[in-house]
């Protein structure tokens, strides 16, 4: 597949009928959870307002497809990107 086609077609909704084209921008400053254990087993997917909503999902999907990767996780920053990558590989 070509990029161009990758780049309209990926992070889309996975529906067959009556959806929006694309995805649906999803904004929250607070996630609330009804219990301690439903947070902990939600976290997995969605545990901050900007990380981890259908939009960040479908947007990671995206540059996954386009890059030919494995998994892509978005960072609110080029330092926290940094970090990450440095934690990753360095023990205490």
């Known amino acids: 597949m070509k990029d161009n086609t990758k780049l309209i077609t990926t992070g889309r909704p996975h529906q067959r009928h009556a959806h929006p084209v694309n995805m649906p921008v999803e904004r929250a400053s607070t996630i609330l959870f009804p219990t301690y254990d439903d947070y902990l087993e939600g976290a997995r997917t969605i545990n901050y307002g900007r990380l981890g909503t259908s939009t960040h999902r479908a947007f990671e999907e995206a540059i996954t497809a386009l890059e030919g990767g494995f998994e892509t ?20």
């Open 73 to 92: 996780r978005l960072a609110p920053s080029g330092l926290q990107a940094c970090n990450a990558a440095l934690l990753a590989f360095i023990s205490a």
